[in-house]
């Protein structure tokens, strides 16, 4: 032994044993300390990413929420729009359509009252030929009249119906 050895009695190789142990149980303790670091740091990465997809996620509906309102709220105005002049379009017809109805009724009896004078004039009428013809003038005039308003009569209606 060497005087060291003697003066503390302590042995070299004893010693070289002891720090042995206590590098080996320093680098197991490092690499528990360092497992353990690297799992902490997944742990987080991980954590990280779970709440940047979520981030990202949300955001992507908030926008397309946005988008979808938008286009509802285009829709209504369109449709509002549509039923406005839709509406209008029905008044426009339905006062047409009560004026022709006006002057067919008109018509009618202007024909009537032709007619009642024709059965009250009876043969007097008949022996004036210029009268006569200026009478059917007038009521084929009436009728090519009535008949014209007949027709665009049926074309509104049509149209109303189409709406």
């Not at 032994?1 to 003066?7: F, P």
């Not at 996620?57 to 039923?83: G, I, P």
């Not at 202007?110 to 004078?117: A, F, K, V």
Request: glycine residues 10%.
């Amino acid at each position: 032994m060497d005087e060291r050895g003697l003066i503390y009695g302590a042995d070299p190789r004893a010693e070289g044993l002891r720090s042995g142990k206590l590098k080996s149980k320093r680098k197991l303790r490092d690499k528990r300390l360092a497992k353990a670091i690297s799992v902490i740091i997944i742990l987080l990465l991980w954590a990280g990413l779970v709440y940047g997809g979520y981030y990202l996620a949300w955001e992507h509906l908030r926008e397309n929420r946005e988008y979808f309102t938008s286009q509802v709220e285009e829709l209504k105005r369109d449709n509002r729009r549509m039923e406005e002049e839709i509406t209008g379009a029905l008044r426009l017809f339905q006062g047409e359509l009560e004026n022709y109805r006006g002057e067919i009724q008109q018509i009618r009896d202007e024909m009537g009252m032709i007619q009642e004078e024709l059965e009250l004039t009876g043969e007097s009428i008949i022996g004036t030929d210029e009268t006569r013809r200026s009478i059917q003038k007038r009521m084929a005039e009436l009728d090519s009249q009535l008949g014209g308003l007949k027709e665009q009569l049926r074309k509104l209606e049509e149209s109303v119906r189409a709406l």
